[in-house]
C-alpha cells in the first residue's frame, strides 16, 4: 500500500541547532512528496513540494528537503532553528491520483 | 490569488444535533476539493473529496455527507451528530492531480 511514515512524533532541539524531521514513503511508482507546517488552531501551510525535478529542494522560511530515492526518503531540513518554528510538520505523498497520503506528523519543540 | 474560505472557525454542538460547515474557493475554477478530520494530537483522515460538481467521493464510511452544490463550494453536513465527531475539521483545495493541496483554517468542532 502507499503510504508515509514520520519518524518521531516529537523532536526537541535548541535555537540555534539542525532541525531533521524524518519522512520516509513506500511506493512502486514516482511520487510526489510534500511537507507542510501547522501552527496551533491553523490550517496546514505548504513548505515545499517535491515533484521530479531536483532532488534537493528548498521551501519557505529556511527549510529545505532532499529527495533520496534509494533510502525512500524526503527529510526536512533547517540549518537552525528559531523558536517561531516550533509547530506541527507533516510529510505527504501523492501518486497518480487527486488524493494525498499524509503522515501523522511531527511536533517540533524549540528550546531557547 | 486564490484563497479558500472556512466557517464557522468553532462550533459547539448538542449530540443529535445537525451540522453544516461551508468552505469556498475564490480565484480559480473547477478545483479538486477536500474535507479532512484531524483529531487531537493525530495525523489528517481524508473523509471527502470532489472533482467536480456534484462529484463526492467517501473515504470512510460514517454520518457525515458532503456536497458541492457549486463548483467553489463545497458543504460538510451530518443530520445527527454523534460524540465521536468532535475534531478539528480542515477543507482543502488544489488544482489537480498530485499539486499541492491548499488548506482553510480550520473547523473546532466540539460536541456536548
Known amino acids: 500500500a502507499q503510504s508515509v511514515t514520520q519518524l518521531g512524533s516529537h523532536v526537541s532541539v535548541s535555537e540555534g541547532a539542525l532541525v531533521l524531521l524524518r519522512c520516509n514513503y513506500s511506493s512502486s511508482v514516482p511520487p510526489y512528496l510534500f511537507w507542510y507546517v501547522q501552527y496551533p488552531n491553523q490550517g496546514l501551510q505548504l513548505l515545499l513540494k517535491y515533484t521530479s525535478a531536483a532532488t534537493l529542494v528548498k521551501g519557505i522560511n529556511g527549510f529545505e528537503a532532499e529527495f533520496k530515492k534509494s533510502e525512500t526518503s524526503f527529510h526536512l531540513t533547517k540549518p537552525s532553528a528559531h523558536m517561531s518554528d516550533a509547530a506541527e510538520y507533516f510529510c505527504?505523498?501523492?501518486?497518480?491520483?487527486?488524493?494525498?497520503?499524509f503522515g501523522t506528523g511531527t511536533s517540533l519543540t524549540v528550546i531557547p | 490569488s486564490q484563497t479558500i474560505h472556512q466557517w464557522p472557525a468553532t462550533l459547539v454542538q448538542p449530540v443529535g444535533s445537525p451540522l453544516s460547515l461551508e468552505c469556498t474557493v475564490e480565484g480559480t475554477s473547477n478545483p479538486n476539493l477536500y474535507w479532512y478530520r484531524q483529531a487531537a494530537g493525530r495525523g489528517l483522515q481524508l473523509l471527502f473529496y470532489s472533482v467536480g460538481i456534484g462529484q463526492i467521493s467517501s473515504e470512510v464510511p460514517q454520518n457525515l455527507s458532503a456536497s458541492r452544490p457549486q463548483d467553489r463550494q463545497f458543504i460538510l453536513s451530518s443530520k445527527k451528530l454523534l460524540l465521536s465527531d468532535s475534531g478539528f475539521y480542515l477543507c482543502a483545495w488544489s488544482a489537480g492531480n498530485n499539486q499541492p493541496q491548499h488548506f482553510g483554517d480550520g473547523t473546532r468542532l466540539s460536541i456536548l
Open positions: 505527504a505523498v501523492s501518486y497518480t491520483g487527486n488524493q494525498f497520503y
